[in-house]
C-alpha cells in the first residue's frame, strides 16, 4: 500500500509520514501541489491525502489533475478550515473528509476502507466524516 | 408627574457617552432655543398688547378722574354765581319795586329785609348809601345808622360799576360775612346804593362740596384769602399756601404736589362778576384708588399668563426634546449594538481563516505528541534525544503559534470602549493582516504594506484602529479577484497627521453609488448577506479617532480609501463630551 500526502504544513505532514511508515503504511509526502503531480508521475499511489486549501493550487484543483494521471486513485481530504462550502465541494470528490486535527486511527480506518471499497474513488452514497 | 419633572429634560446635565454616533444634535442648546423663541413668539405680543392696555387704562381712568373733578367744580361754580347773581337780583327788584324815597323809609327797608330773609337766605341787614357814602337808614342788628362808607374800596367799585359783591371781611360786627351792592338813581341827578350784608352760611355750604375720593373744596379771593374754611388750609380769612391759580374763564383742572410731595389733583373756577375763586383739592391717590385695585388685577392676570404660559412652553419642549433624545439615544444604542456586532462579524466572516489558523498548529502538535509515542513504542533504542528534543520545540513552536492567533482574536474583540495607546503602527497592520494572510494566500492575492517611516508610533485606540484597517481589508478583498494587489500604505505627512491607505485594484465602485457608500443600510451585497453598515460604521470610527475618511474608486481599476488620522489622539474634553470620548480633530 503506497499513500501520498500533500500538505503546506511540513511539521504536520511529515510527522504523519512517519507514523503511518511504523504501521507498515508506506507514505511518500511533499508540501507543493506541483511536487505531488511529479511524484504521481514517477510512482503507482493506492491513495492520496490532500490539504483542501494550499498555496496557489488548491487540494480540489490537485485532486481533479490527480484524478487525470490515475483514473484508480482515492483520495481523502484534510482541511483545517472545515467551512460549508469546502465540506460540499471536497465530499463530492473524495472517500473522506476529514478536519484537522484527526486522530491517526482515524486515518488509518478511512485509508483502510477507502482501499477495501475497491472501485471508483468516491464514495456510495456521497457521505462523508464532517465531525468537528 | 411633578412639576419640575415634566420641565427639566433629562439630558440637561448628561454628557454624551461614547460613541461615533454622538453629537447629532446639541439637545441643550436646541432645547433652549426653542423655548426662547416660543417664549419670544407669544410673550411679546402677550407683554405689548397687556402694557398697552395697562397705558390707555391708566390714562382714561387719569382722565376720567380729572373730568370727574372738572365737572364738580363747575356745576358748584354756577350754584355759587346762581346765588350770588339772585342776591345781586334782589337788591335791583328792591330798587325797580321802590322809589329813592321809598327806600329812604326806614320803616319800609325793615319790611324789605323781612321779605328778602324770607325768600333769600343769607341777608344779614340792608342799608342806603348815599353819594357821600353816607348809610341811612340802615335795618339790621349792628349800629351801622349814618356810618359814613366813603373812602372805601367798595363804595368807589359799587358806585363806578352799578353792582358789587365784596371779599368776605369781618367788619363791625366781627363774623365773617360779604356785601352786595346796588346802584339806583336818586331824584337830584345823584345816586344811592343799596348794600346788603350776607351772612356765609349759606356761602359755606355752596363751597362745601361733596367729593367722591375725598379732599378739600373752599373759596379764596383773587389775593389768597380763604374766604370759606378749609379742611387743610383752615379756617376762614386765613391764607392758602398755594399759588393763586391764573385767571380763566372756564374750569380748569391742574396737578401738583403737596408739601409732603404727595400728587394732587387741583380744580378751579373763576366765579364771575364776583372775587372768588372755588378751589377743590383732591389727593391723586384716592382718586385712582379704584384704578389701584384694577392695575394689581391686570398685572396679576398679565404675571400669571406668563407664568402658565412660560410653563406650558417648557413643559411641551421638555416633552418633545426628551422623546427626541429617548429615540436618538436608542438609536445610538442600536448603532454600538450595531458596531459591537460587525467587530464580532469580522472575526465571524474570517472563522475560517482563524480556524485553520489553529487547527493547523493543533494538528502538528498531535501529530508529533503521536510521533513521539510511537517511536518510544517502536523503536525506542535508534532515536536519539537529540530527534525528541526537535519534536518537542516543533509542539511547543506550534502551541505558540496556535497562542498568538487567539490572542490576536482576544484583542480585537476586547476594548469596545475607547482606550488610547501609544504603539508601532507597523505592528498593528501586521497584526490586523494576520486574520486575513491565509485567505490572501489561497486567493494568490499580494498584500504590500509600507510604513514611512518604518518605526513610526502613533497615540490612537489600537482596537478601533484595526476595526478599521479589517473593515477596509475585508471590503477590498471582497471586491478583488484572484492574484490581485493590495496596497497598504501609512505615512507621515504631516509631523501631526498620519495618512493611511487602503488601495485595491479589485472592481471599483460606480460613481452613482460613491456618494451613498458612507449612508447606513447602503449595500450592493445584500443579496449575499450585506449589511450595508460596514462602511458606516468605519466612518463612525475614523470620526471617533480624530481622523477623516475618504473614497476614490473606478470601476475595473480599484478602490482606493484614504484616512487621515492626528498622530496623536487628544481626547476631546468639551464640557458636552466625557473625557475620552473622541479624540480631537488634527
Known amino acids: 500500500m503506497r499513500i501520498l500526502l500533500v500538505d503546506d504544513e511540513e511539521e504536520l505532514v511529515s510527522a504523519l509520514a512517519e507514523r503511518l511508515s511504523f504501521r507498515n503504511i508506506e507514505a511518500d509526502w511533499t508540501t507543493r501541489p506541483e511536487e505531488a503531480l511529479r511524484l504521481s508521475g514517477e510512482r503507482e499511489y493506492d491513495l492520496a491525502v490532500l490539504d483542501v486549501k494550499m498555496p496557489r493550487m488548491s487540494g480540489l484543483d490537485l485532486q481533479r489533475r490527480l484524478q487525470k494521471q490515475h483514473p484508480g486513485l482515492k483520495f481523502i481530504f484534510l482541511t483545517g478550515h472545515g467551512s460549508h462550502q469546502d465540506f460540499k465541494d471536497a465530499s463530492q470528490e473524495a472517500w473522506a473528509y476529514l478536519v484537522k486535527p484527526v486522530p491517526l486511527e482515524e486515518i488509518i480506518d478511512r485509508i483502510h476502507s477507502a482501499l477495501a471499497s475497491g472501485g471508483s474513488g468516491q464514495r456510495e452514497g456521497k457521505g462523508a466524516n464532517h465531525d468537528q | ?586
Open chain 2, 1 to 586: 408627574m411633578a412639576l419640575h419633572q415634566a420641565i427639566k429634560p433629562q439630558f440637561l446635565h448628561q454628557a454624551a457617552a461614547g460613541s461615533p454616533f454622538r453629537g447629532m444634535l446639541d439637545y441643550r442648546q436646541a432645547w433652549l432655543a426653542t423655548i426662547l423663541i416660543m417664549a419670544l413668539v407669544t410673550l411679546t405680543p402677550l407683554v405689548v398688547t397687556g402694557l398697552a392696555d395697562y397705558t390707555i387704562t391708566e390714562r382714561a381712568v387719569q382722565g376720567e378722574a380729572r373730568s370727574r373733578t372738572a365737572r364738580v367744580v363747575s356745576n358748584a361754580k354756577r350754584s355759587i354765581s346762581n346765588y350770588l347773581s339772585e342776591s345781586i337780583s334782589a337788591l335791583d327788584l328792591v330798587v325797580l319795586e321802590n322809589s329813592a324815597d321809598q327806600l329812604k323809609d326806614p320803616d319800609r327797608l325793615g319790611g324789605i329785609l323781612e321779605h328778602l330773609q324770607v325768600s333769600f337766605l343769607g341777608f344779614a341787614d340792608l342799608g342806603l348809601v348815599d353819594q357821600n357814602g353816607n348809610q341811612h337808614p340802615y335795618v339790621g342788628d349792628y349800629p351801622l345808622d349814618r356810618r359814613n362808607y366813603r373812602g372805601e374800596a367798595w363804595f368807589e367799585q359799587a358806585s363806578r360799576k352799578g353792582t358789587f359783591v365784596s371779599d368776605v371781611f369781618l367788619g363791625y360786627r366781627g363774623a365773617p360775612h360779604f356785601v352786595a351792592v346796588v346802584k339806583t338813581l336818586d331824584g337830584g341827578g345823584g345816586f344811592l346804593l343799596l348794600r346788603a350784608a350776607l351772612d356765609t352760611g349759606r356761602f359755606n355750604d355752596l363751597a362745601r362740596l361733596e367729593l367722591i375720593g375725598g379732599g378739600d373744596s373752599f373759596i379764596i379771593n383773587r389775593q389768597g384769602v380763604l374766604q370759606t374754611p378749609s379742611l387743610l388750609h383752615g379756617p376762614v380769612l386765613g391764607r392758602v399756601k398755594l399759588p393763586i391759580p391764573p385767571h380763566s374763564e372756564h374750569t380748569e383742572v391742574f396737578e401738583t404736589t403737596d408739601a409732603q410731595g404727595r400728587s394732587q389733583v387741583v380744580a378751579y373756577a373763576y366765579i364771575p362778576d364776583s372775587p372768588f375763586i372755588l378751589m377743590v383739592i383732591q389727593p391723586t391717590d384716592e382718586l385712582l384708588r379704584s384704578w389701584y385695585t384694577t392695575r394689581i388685577q391686570l398685572l396679576a392676570f398679565l404675571a400669571i399668563s406668563v407664568v402658565l404660559i412660560l410653563v406650558f412652553i417648557l413643559g411641551v419642549a421638555t416633552y418633545f426634546y426628551n422623546r427626541l433624545h429617548r429615540a436618538d439615544m436608542k438609536q445610538i444604542a442600536m448603532l454600538e449594538g450595531v458596531e459591537r456586532i460587525n467587530r464580532m462579524a469580522s472575526i465571524g466572516s474570517l472563522a475560517a481563516g482563524v480556524a485553520h489558523e489553529i487547527n493547523n498548529p493543533l494538528a502538528v502538535i498531535g501529530e508529533k505528541a503521536g510521533l513521539i509515542r510511537d517511536i518510544l513504542k517502536y523503536r525506542p533504542e535508534t532515536v536519539g534525544d537529540e530527534r525528541f528534543q526537535g519534536l518537542i520545540d516543533s509542539i511547543q513552536r506550534s502551541v505558540e503559534r496556535g497562542g498568538t492567533i487567539t490572542r490576536r482574536l482576544l484583542s480585537f474583540t476586547r476594548h469596545l470602549d475607547m482606550r488610547i495607546d501609544r504603539f508601532n503602527l507597523a505592528g498593528a497592520i501586521e497584526e490586523t493582516l494576520g486574520f486575513v494572510t491565509k485567505e490572501a494566500e489561497y486567493r494568490s492575492i499580494h498584500v504590500q504594506v509600507q510604513v514611512t517611516p518604518d518605526t513610526l508610533e502613533i497615540a490612537s485606540d489600537r482596537g478601533k484602529l484595526q476595526q478599521i484597517l479589517l473593515n477596509l481589508i475585508t471590503n477590498a478583498f471582497a471586491a478583488m479577484n484572484e492574484s490581485g494587489r493590495l496596497d497598504i500604505e501609512a505615512r507621515l505627512v504631516r509631523p501631526d497627521l498620519v495618512r493611511l491607505t487602503v488601495a485595491d485594484d479589485g472592481a471599483g465602485i460606480p460613481e452613482e453609488n460613491l456618494e451613498h457608500i458612507f449612508e447606513p443600510f447602503f449595500s450592493t451585497k445584500k443579496e449575499t448577506g450585506g449589511t450595508g453598515l460596514g462602511l458606516t460604521i468605519t466612518s463612525g470610527l475614523v470620526k471617533k479617532l480624530g481622523g477623516v475618511i475618504d473614497v476614490s474608486s473606478t470601476v475595473g481599476v480599484g478602490t482606493r480609501v484614504t484616512v487621515a488620522l492626528p498622530l496623536v489622539c487628544r481626547p476631546v474634553s468639551d464640557v458636552e463630551e466625557e473625557e475620552g470620548n473622541t479624540c480631537g480633530s488634527f
